[in-house]
């Protein structure tokens, strides 16, 4: 069962904002709608008792005579990977079929930015709110806590979530990868990855894992996150290259990132997977179609999305489901990467 904790008492109110800023409600909700006719240093005041109350003020004040609005508010860090966005598509699509709209906002990987999106959304009163992993600023989680409404996270895990959480362990999956290349008879794999935090954690389960082993310390090369996606790994695999001369395996935090290096250890000569073992992060569509075939650790990031909605559904029903599920990986070995009894 949802093992969120209980409130404290209930979500502040504009008459508690207007006590704790030590003005009138009147003019405490003038600050927050009409802040022109409130002098500045009101709006301070009033400002501040916000940050420290967590109040949400209510945009559809007057216009609703329930709670039932029938909007669940999603956010993810990016459209710009498959994986999200099958998670996303499979979520809307449950959540549409009981008669419940998704409104949508991307984070770009920055939890300040969720932060921001959440107290706009909680504003609209929805009836539930999905976020993609587990880093929130403290803001945000006492603005999901006094906001009372059931709370989804999913695409991580962790046995302690806000609400209800449906993913799996990124340092789980790293330390899968590392023992994946490891049995292929690679001994001096590599990391490629990006600067967010999920990439962050599976290279730390990969780099435990090579530690437990007595391996030499995996090299990394990190980008940034929003950098452009054109070449992005022919470049990182390049900087490898350079950096590491030696390295023999690389484990990259996407496919699409893997798939530049599969081209790029082609423009080089190199022979994958004698000369260079190549694994990816997602199992995308395209993995099959690479020239050797992409080794990928398997997300079904659909699915998530389809348990991630039917908990959301139960929660809002009033019904109790299991806090915390963790769904797993899988490593699909192709030709990318190569068996332990072909070593040369």
């Known amino acids: 069962m949802s ?5 404290p008492s209930a979500a502040p109110t504009l008459k508690d904002l207007a006590r704790l800023a030590g003005v009138s409600p009147i003019t405490a909700s003038r600050a927050l709608h009409r802040p022109e006719l409130v002098a500045e240093a009101t709006r301070t005041r009033v400002a501040q008792a916000v940050e420290q109350s967590g109040y949400v003020p209510n945009s559809l004040a007057g216009g609703l005579t329930s709670r039932q609005t029938r909007l669940v508010a999603a956010i993810v860090p990016s459209m710009g990977h498959s994986l999200f966005s099958d998670m996303l598509d499979a979520l809307i699509t449950s959540l549409a079929a009981e008669r419940y709209e998704t409104t949508l906002g991307i ?22 709110v999905v976020l993609t992993g587990t880093e929130h600023t403290a803001r945000a989680r006492r603005l999901l806590l006094n906001a009372d409404i059931p709370v989804v996270e999913l695409w991580d895990y962790t046995p302690h979530p806000l609400d209800v959480i449906i993913g799996f362990s990124q340092e789980d999956a790293g330390r899968a990868a590392f023992r994946h290349l490891a049995a292929c008879g690679y001994q001096r794999p590599a990391i490629l990855r990006s600067d967010d935090s999920r990439a962050h954690r599976r290279a730390q389960g990969f780099l435990r894992a090579a530690a437990e082993t007595g391996a030499p310390e995996p ?13 992005r790994g022919r470049d990182a695999f390049s900087a490898l290259r350079a950096q590491a001369p ?5 484990f990259c935090s996407s496919d699409a990132l893997a798939q530049g290096v599969l081209a790029q250890a082609h423009a080089l000569g190199l022979q994958v997977p004698r000369q260079m073992g190549v694994l990816g992060f997602g ?22 999305g389809r348990l991630g909605a039917a908990a959301l559904i139960a929660r809002m029903r009033g019904e109790n489901v299991t806090a915390a599920q963790d769904v797993g990986f899988e490593v699909i070995a192709r030709a990318s990467t190569r068996a332990a009894a072909g070593r040369p």
């Not at 093992?3 to 409130?7: D, F, G, H, M, Q």
């Not at 770009?108 to 999106?117: C, I, L, S, V």
């Not at 030696?246 to 690389?250: G, K, L, N, R, T």
């Open 219 to 231: 090299v990394q090369i990190v980008f940034p996150e929003d950098s452009p996606q054109t070449g």
């Open 107 to 128: 984070s770009r990987y920055d939890p300040a930015h969720e932060e921001t999106w959440l107290a706009a959304m909680l504003s609209r009163r929805p009836e539930g």
């Open 283 to 304: 199992d995308q569509a395209l993995a099959v179609d690479c020239i050797p075939a992409l080794s990928s650790v398997k997300v079904d990031g659909a699915y998530i």
């Open 246 to 250: 030696q390295a023999d395996a690389v």
């Open 3 to 7: 093992n969120r904790p209980a409130r």
